[in-house]
């Protein structure tokens, strides 16, 4: 495959570049909050995915009858990762996730809701998975779901965790066990509105000063009509989901952005009277970064290069790139901090810190990314049974 992008995409870039440059604003753009600043969690970043919006840029890849452009899914890649390079948020959870799958999965009427209104910027999402006792075990949810027929649809009671959404979010994107006897084969996916009263939202901060939540059922009522896809076939759902998540929600451009920020920090810094750039352990770490960042750019392109709407997700090539590149984060993360040295420690921010700080939240913040969409563990796991076609007990 060719690694380099045509005319056409490389003037793509340049529309959204001015397009950023025009609408620079610190309430909307935020470096420092790495991966978490793709979430749409305040009204300023809401207003400026209006703007996205208006410019037809939500849906790119969408077929046409939905209201999308039938556009090749690099458009979308490169709009997302200069997004992320802004640190600013991205097309995310409902453009990549949940409307993707609707468009695959959903029933009319759910299309014909929320449809139109992802691509017009109007709704925002929580995705409920995890839970205490299935975490990297998916298929372990417990939240369970008891038909009620007299009403017409389910009653979920039990607990989500970790959903980072769940406070600002209008809908939840749920898996819940609507069948008792079957692991995989006995989940299914709803949608919940989150001001449903029995909905209880607790904050949990994580490590890298970001809110997720806890989220209690108690008596949830869910309609049918709210019922994506097949029932119990809600995992086969979450897996190709959590394929995309995995591209979409992990981009290259911020570690790009913090390599960068290295670079610079090593060129005009001295360490005992001698440039810190003459340093030949410091220059051969920083050239296998480089060359790890690049790795990392590939793997999602051949992604790309093999995924579509039309199409189930390729689960092996998600799951090596988001275990390389946010392996990747994190030895730059390592990397900031070892070379920075003491004053690496001071918290982001501080201007008179290495790299004002960036390396001290960055060193928090890409423990959680190797752990977000599956864990690195999990994603060796894939790789080897999906891809490999190694036996699942080895």
Same mark, same amino acid.
């Given at each position: ?32 909050? /790495?991966?978490?600043? *793709?979430?749409? !969690? ?9 703007? %996205? +919006?208006? &410019? =037809? ?7 046409? /009858?939905?209201?999308? *452009?039938?556009? !090749? ?9 200069? %997004? +992320?390079? &802004? =640190? ?307």
């Amino acid at each position: 495959m060719n690694f380099e992008f045509p005319e056409d995409q490389q003037q793509f870039v340049k529309e959204v570049i001015a397009f950023l440059d025009a609408n620079d604003d610190p309430d909307v753009f935020d470096v420092t909050r /790495e991966n978490m600043a *793709q979430i749409v !969690d305040t009204p300023a970043r809401r207003a400026f995915m209006k703007k %996205l +919006a208006e &410019r =037809g840029w939500l849906g790119i890849t969408w077929p046409e /009858e939905h209201g999308g *452009q039938d556009g !090749d899914g690099v458009f979308e890649y490169l709009l997302n990762e200069q %997004l +992320a390079y &802004r =640190g600013g948020p991205q097309i995310g959870k409902g453009v990549g996730i949940i409307g993707k799958t609707l468009i695959r999965h959903g029933s009319e009427k759910l299309k014909k809701e929320f449809l139109p209104k992802i691509l017009n910027a109007e709704v925002e999402f929580a995705v409920g998975y995890s839970e205490p006792q299935a975490g990297s075990d998916a298929a372990n949810m417990q939240l369970k779901a008891t038909r009620d027929e007299e009403r017409g649809g389910w009653v979920l009671n039990g607990q989500k965790i970790w959903t980072t959404s769940a406070h600002f979010a209008d809908w939840y994107w749920v898996g819940a066990r609507t069948d008792q006897n079957s692991k995989h084969k006995g989940i299914t996916v709803f949608l919940v509105p989150m001001d449903h009263p029995g909905l209880d939202v607790h904050a949990t901060w994580t490590i890298g000063d970001e809110r997720t939540n806890e989220v209690y059922f108690n008596d949830v009522f869910v309609s049918d009509d709210y019922v994506v896809g097949e029932l119990n076939r809600g995992f086969q759902y979450i897996s190709e989901a959590l394929d995309l998540e995995r591209f979409t929600m992990f981009t290259v451009s911020p570690i790009l952005q913090r390599l960068e920020a290295l670079i610079d920090y090593v060129k005009n810094e001295k360490r005992d009277g001698e440039p810190l750039k003459n340093d030949p352990m410091v220059r051969a770490k920083i050239a296998q970064l480089a060359t790890q960042v690049e790795v990392s750019r590939v793997l999602g392109l051949r992604f790309l290069s093999k995924a579509g709407v039309g199409k189930k997700p390729p689960t092996g090539e998600a799951s090596m790139y988001k275990l390389f590149a946010t392996g990747t984060s994190k030895k730059l993360a390592d990397a900031s901090m070892d070379i920075a040295g003491p004053g690496g420690q001071l918290r982001v921010g501080t201007e008179e810190a290495p790299m004002k700080g960036r390396a001290e939240s960055t060193y928090r913040y890409t423990v959680i990314d190797t752990i977000g969409g599956g864990s690195s563990e999990i994603q060796k796991n894939i790789i080897s049974r999906r891809h490999l076609g190694l036996p699942k007990n080895f």
